[in-house]
DNA sequence: CTATAGACCTGACGGC
DNA sequence: TGCCGTCAGGTCTATA
């Protein structure tokens, strides 16, 4: 699920639920989540720590703890945060966090590919993370510096997070669309009017989906277990098959570099040299 | 330094 | 029904 947009609804959301909260327990069921320290490290360390605040850095969701520690959270593919106040657990539990109002918060991941760890106060984990896109530091003329002799397609470059935080495959591909601009036109070409455009799409589509609230898909549910919407108002992402809202033309789908994308083959085009 | 496959995992879905 | 291939919102690593 995670992208910066349900990254940042998930923290909103689970705020009512942990501000505040001690953990009392943590029980890991698949080891190769925790990182940078064995699960009896991590389990021992986090045990009594209260949670002081939640922020967010690119799709990191982070627990700040009441001994400046941070639980650092990355749900990559299939990952889902879920707070349960009764007896029932949800499927694909791979870690349970107890806290001392006797709720949980379970990490479920079908895929196991979601990694957590805790840090301390100043580590150097985000260091090579690119600018937050929705933070007033990113400029059009900061991505277009980025970009710059780039010899990779647009659509990988955005989702290279040192270039830019927090874009996945579904908002490159929202983001392409919006801004005109086929998903394999070379970075570094981009003419500085479409990086302008392209800037402005990025924002755009972000800002709509945390308006959504994030997108459900593949079974995703919020921690209360609600749904986002932000899918609804998708033009291209996970519309294969289907005709593009403005020009009506059967969307295109191939792979880029691994990964499925989604556009209009007429309303983009190759941006730069022809 | 840059760029690209491969690896890590499981489930859902379409075709035969 | 079963089997097989493809796809799924991510990132790290090894290799040119």
């Not at 009764?86 to 001392?100: C, D, L």
């Not at 033009?235 to 989604?262: D, F, I």
Request: proline share 5%; aromatic share 8%; net charge positive.
């Amino acid at each position: 699920m995670p992208e910066l947009p349900e990254v940042e609804t998930l923290k909103n959301e689970l705020k009512p639920y942990v501000l505040g909260q001690v953990i009392e327990s943590v029980s890991v069921a698949w080891e190769n989540m925790v990182q940078g320290a064995s699960c009896g490290e991590f389990c021992t360390s986090v045990k009594g720590r209260r949670v002081e605040s939640l922020s967010r850095r690119g799709k990191y969701l982070i627990f700040n703890l009441d001994n400046a520690e941070k639980l650092i959270i990355h749900l990559r593919m299939s990952g889902s945060l879920l707070i349960s106040t009764n007896e029932n657990e949800p499927k694909y539990v791979r870690a349970a966090f107890t806290f001392n109002n006797g709720s949980k918060m379970y990490f479920c991941d079908p895929r196991k590919f979601g990694k957590m760890r805790l840090v301390k106060d100043g580590h150097e984990m985000f260091a090579r993370l690119g600018p937050e896109p929705l933070e007033e530091d990113f400029t059009a003329e900061v991505l277009r510096e980025r970009l710059k002799n780039r010899s990779i397609p647009i659509k990988t470059a955005l989702l290279d997070q040192s270039i830019v935080a927090g874009v996945g495959n579904m908002y490159a591909d929202e983001a392409l669309f919006e801004a005109g601009i086929y998903p394999l036109s070379i970075a570094g070409e981009i003419s500085g009017e479409d990086v302008k455009k392209l800037y402005r799409a990025i924002r755009k589509v972000l800002r709509k989906a945390i308006m959504d609230k994030g997108a459900s898909i593949s079974n995703y549910f919020h921690p209360d277990g609600s749904e986002g919407k932000a899918q609804n108002s998708f033009k291209v992402a996970h519309r294969r098959g289907e005709n593009c809202v403005k020009c009506s033309t059967p969307l295109g789908w191939q792979k880029v570099r691994g990964r499925g994308t989604y556009f209009c083959p007429k309303c983009q085009k190759r941006a730069g040299k022809p």
